[in-house]
């Protein structure tokens, strides 16, 4: 498809809740919150949790009482379940559509000739991806990207629409009346507070402006925006994933880790997922950063510091990865600190196809990049974990997540397949 005619906004409802209830048909119809790390804020609701006024990023310990006391059931995120069924709802949507963008981990956008822009095909995108995945999604069509966010809003709030929502041209100004600018599509807190001083409230106020206001006060991205709210499309599908310029892995400790061969195993444990990433998207890094943290309030000491190494030949093999991030743990660490969070994060990420060789490298390269290949293989096909570095450990410790309420990993794990009873 050159040029879509129409475009539709895939997003599905209540994403983390929804994919706790594809494996707990039990769950449906009762409320669902599902926890930050380290059990630490509700991060997703389900719509009967929203009903009991439940907020998002309420920190859990302060409603745990009125959890229990209404029956909400809480998870622990799940993020290895919630890619997954992420890459099969994308997946689906390849299979249905013919152009499709993922934009985020629960969107999508698609791209639509003059025959699919109608809720009738939107229809039958909706409920294939509830066969194949069981997890509901509310769709929105409209002639430009930004207009079918908008219709996206109505799909999911207008009951009579049961998740589809064209937006009709002849009536555009009178839906775009009831949308305020802040829940625009590129429109942020300093653009919403802008247009606010100059009394614009609504989209469709937003998409009367001058253009020559717009460009001095918004810049082009402001003008593509009100553009869009015209019906001419100014954004493209983008079908090509760019790779990341920069990968990070941290993480919070579930308790304060105050040893060093802990945080050794933390950080190794991180490195380990960084240079997955990177042969993910077949790049190699030049650079790396490691970073350690003490709480930033609290009883001291506080620390914070950071380390950069840099790789005589970019790379991502893990060994190597691993070895230079202790190195630079190495120069940071101090004993006697409560160290509470950790990362790594890798730089210079070039593609590996157009990686120069050092003439002094070992001829063991090829070897390497096989070794890798064979270890991805088995970790894909059993699981992340199988196999792994020494050094990233064998047991659990005190450096993990807290993750009191987490379901199976049903789609990851083998060992934690979802078992039926007959």
């Not at 943290?293 to 060994?319: D, I, Q």
Request: charge should be positive; aromatic fraction near 8%; proline fraction near 5%.
């Amino acid at each position: 498809m050159d040029r879509p005619t129409a475009f539709a906004l895939v997003d599905c409802n209540n994403f983390y809740a929804s994919c706790e209830r594809a494996f707990d048909p039990s769950l449906r119809g009762r409320p669902v919150v599902v926890l930050s790390n380290n059990d630490g804020c509700i991060i997703a609701r389900s719509d009967e949790a929203k009903a009991l006024g439940i907020e998002m990023g309420t920190p859990y310990y302060q409603v745990k009482g009125k959890l229990k006391a209404h029956g909400v059931v809480v998870f622990s995120s799940n993020y290895a379940l919630y890619g997954d069924l992420s890459n099969r709802v994308m997946g689906t949507l390849a299979y249905a559509a013919p152009a499709v963008e993922t934009y985020s981990i629960d969107e999508a956008f698609l791209g639509l000739d003059c025959t699919q822009a109608d809720p009738q095909f939107a229809r039958s995108v909706q409920r294939l991806v509830g066969q194949w995945t069981h997890i509901p999604v509310s769709i929105g069509i409209a002639p430009t990207k930004t207009l079918s966010k908008v219709a996206n809003r109505f799909a999911k709030r207008r009951k009579r629409c049961r998740g589809v929502f064209r937006l009709p041209e002849e009536e555009l100004d009178a839906w775009l009346d009831r949308v305020e600018v802040r829940d625009i599509w590129g429109i942020g807190p300093a653009y919403t507070r802008l247009l606010h001083k100059n009394r614009v409230y609504t989209a469709k106020q937003l998409r009367e402006l001058d253009d020559r206001w717009v460009r001095r006060h918004m810049t082009i991205v402001g003008l593509r925006t009100v553009w869009e709210l015209r019906g001419i499309s100014c954004i493209p599908l983008d079908r090509a994933k760019a790779a990341k310029a920069n990968i990070m892995c941290s993480r919070s400790f579930g308790e304060p880790v105050t040893e060093k061969a802990d945080l050794r195993e933390a950080v190794a444990t991180f490195a380990s997922r960084v240079a997955e990433k990177l042969r993910a998207q077949q790049s190699v890094a030049g650079a790396l950063y490691v970073f350690v943290t003490t709480k930033r309030f609290g009883p001291g000491p506080h620390y914070r510091n950071h380390a950069t190494v840099t790789l005589p030949v970019p790379t991502a093999y893990t060994p190597t990865l691993v070895r230079e991030a202790l190195r630079g743990l190495d120069g940071i660490w101090k004993a006697g600190i409560r160290y509470k969070k950790a990362g790594v994060m890798v730089q210079d990420v070039t593609p590996a196809a157009q990686v120069q060789g050092d003439l002094f490298a070992s001829a063991g390269q090829a070897q390497d990049a096989s070794l890798m290949a064979v270890m991805d293989a088995v970790n894909a096909t059993y699981g992340r974990g199988t196999l792994a570095l020494a050094s990233t450990g064998t047991k659990r410790k005190d450096w993990h997540r807290k993750e009191g309420h987490r379901s199976p990993r049903y789609t990851t794990r083998w060992d934690e397949l979802a078992e039926v009873r007959a």
